[in-house]
């Protein structure tokens, strides 16, 4: 089993609503997006279920991932908003089955999660991935240090 992990891509300071989950992303962060879209479509299944936080930057995000690299399935859950480790592990802890899963959240409960599964500090920057495998029959089986890092990526974008 596989869980990929995507973090936002960039985005702007302060929303014109001054609301956090009302953030867009900037000119960076839609190119970020279109890059990783391209890369994920060389890695992944296109069988892939996302579960993705419900705010404006991590829909975003997921939408101009998936005109380079379309999803079977996009799940946006309010449970993924600035979700901690403990709120992140319940989550995936009561998913039922055992397929790849991609979940396109935020700092600091993802990069937490990352380093929790391999029990090795992953700092995701913005429109960073990383992709951890485990040897569980199940999300529920798994847990600290019982996953190891496989692949990790993070576009490079310089705007003129």
Known sequence: MKLHILRHAKTQVIAPSQKDFDRVLLPKGIEQS????VYLNEKLSRKITVYCSTSARTQQ???IVQ???EFRDLRLTDQLY???LMSLLDFIWKLEGKEDLL???HNDGIS???S???DEYIGLQ???YCCIEFEADTWKNTSKGLGRLVDSFRPKVILE
Not at 34 to 37: L, R, S
């Open 126 to 128: 913005t429109c960073g």
């Open 103 to 105: 979940i396109i959240g």
């Open 67 to 69: 005109e380079n690299f």
């Open 82 to 84: 600035h979700a901690d």
């Open 116 to 118: 929790y599964f391999t």
């Open 61 to 63: 995000t997921a939408k």
């Open 34 to 37: 279109k890059k990783m879209g």
């Open 112 to 114: 937490d999660l990352a």
